[in-house]
């Protein structure tokens, strides 16, 4: 095998120095073009590669970011995920991915790996619960920026890119009123997480607002998995709510499964507005009325803002909040609760 050739193959090549192929390399900007031209001659013509892994030690940078979401499995991130890498490549840096189940343990091995990795910052949508003491300490030691993704921890950090988690809800449960609904339940997810609170509170706001009564029974705290919602639904189902509210797609996979098992109808016996959309929703039937977060933006704009703190941006925190859309489909029931007029077609 032909032994590949090293920056000192290229300096012989090109009659240069090996600190001027280095410049080229490295973009620096003394270096004049017709030299450039004569060492990047070389460089092609000897298929030279630069030993990243070196030039990283020698910048104390390894241009690579980490990130940790709970479950690549859940529908939502794969998105997030693809924006994060997009942006992130843009840059010159590359992604590691790691899961946490939304469990502290594994959240904080992670971290731990992350970095052992010697990554340049995390990105993190952080579990429930405090990081232990020691995490604490590895972390301010290595001194990495850290950017949170969905939810919020100022204990570690008050760089986030969110969504509007708040005002989602409240146009979700506003949209089930203004569809005749009256007795309105809630489906949501671990109170312990920032963004599940306040999914959690713009419900309540607008329950108030319309003026129907917040009811406890009819309020099930899930965990943004499929069984809860599945758990929740067979319990929600016998309190007989005319309206649901679910904190999160997969949640409402498993409420839908429980309707059919019960034998119960939307929007005929319920209306039902879910968190989150995806393509293929336009299968179900009746199509689901949805609250869309923009995903691709979410991952987009959080490394964006991971790779500007790490490329020596030092401004104050920045919390950058986007805004969620209400997609109106048949869910809802509108049409059965709302009259048209003869010349209006009634809405869904």
């Excluded at 070389?42 to 030279?48: E, G, M, P, V, W």
């Excluded at 972390?139 to 100022?154: A, D, S």
């Excluded at 020596?312 to 909040?321: A, M, N, R, W």
């Amino acid at each position: 095998m032909k032994k590949a050739a090293s920056i000192y193959d290229v300096a012989r090549e090109s009659g240069v120095s090996v600190f001027t192929v280095s410049a080229v390399v490295n973009n620096k900007s003394h270096v004049g073009k017709a030299l450039r031209e004569k060492v990047e001659a070389a460089i092609r013509k000897l298929n030279y590669r630069p030993n990243l892994i070196a030039r990283s030690l020698a910048k104390q940078r390894t241009h690579t970011i980490g990130m940790i979401v709970p479950d690549i499995g859940n529908p939502f991130f794969p998105s997030v995920v693809r924006g994060t890498e997009d942006a992130a490549q843009r840059h010159g840096y590359n992604l590691l991915l790691c899961n946490s189940d939304d469990s502290l343990e594994k959240e904080e091995k992670a971290i731990e790996l992350l970095l052992s990795k010697r990554v340049d910052g995390i990105l993190l949508t952080k579990a429930a619960e405090d990081f232990h003491p020691s995490i604490r300490q590895m972390i301010k030691q290595v001194n990495i920026p850290f950017v949170l993704v969905m939810r919020t921890y100022p204990k570690l950090t008050r760089d986030a890119v969110i969504t509007d988690d708040y005002h989602g809800a409240y146009e979700a449960v506003s949209h089930l009123a203004r569809a005749g609904r009256k007795r309105i339940a809630l489906i949501s997810g671990p109170l312990k997480v920032s963004n599940a609170k306040e999914r959690w509170q713009g419900f309540v706001d607008a329950l108030k607002a319309e003026g129907l009564p917040f009811e406890q029974d009819l309020v099930i705290e899930g965990d943004y998995r499929m069984e809860s919602g599945y758990r929740a639904g067979h319990s929600l189902f016998s309190r007989r709510p005319d309206g649901i509210y679910v904190a999160n797609y997969l949640m409402t996979v498993g409420l839908l499964k429980a309707a059919e098992e019960m034998g119960l109808r939307c929007p005929e016996d319920f209306g039902l507005v879910s968190f989150d959309d995806y393509p293929w929703l336009g299968i179900f039937r009746p199509r689901l009325t949805t609250v869309e977060l923009p995903k691709h933006q979410l991952g987009s704009e959080a490394a964006e803002l991971l790779i500007r703190r790490i490329t020596g941006d030092t401004s104050k925190p920045v919390l950058i909040k986007l805004q969620p859309e209400l997609r109106i489909r048949e869910s809802c029931g509108f049409a059965l609760h709302v009259s048209a007029g003869p010349d209006e077609k009634p809405l869904v």
